[in-house]
């Protein structure tokens, strides 16, 4: 050790007026007062359960109220994916359309185009 250097001393814990605790330097007598330790919890919200409520209020038992719970969000995911499902078949078909459209007018010649131009004219009569 370097005897130009002060020793260590270590520090004392004390209680403040105010109950805290601080840590206080003997060498210097400063109170230095400890980082206060912040707990945060963070929850889910609880689930909305107006519908059971009106269902139990309205005579319908435990066990529907229950399956409705239970059952309810499943049902929201399998519409979903339905529609999730319908939204691609769509897009699909969508673009195999717009091929066939543009391999008719490129390879069928006059007929083709004339072919695509009837029914251009078609759906602007509608």
Partial sequence: MDPNLPAHRPLSVVQLPDGTYAYADPATLAVQQAPQQIVQHIHQAPPDRTVQRIALGSGVGAGAVA????????????????????AMLAFLAAVMAWGVVTVVKSLGGTEGKAASKSVSRARRRR
């Fill in 67 to 86: 399956a409705g719970v239970y059952f309810g969000p499943l049902l929201v995911g399998v519409l979903t994916a339905i529609a999730a499902n319908l």
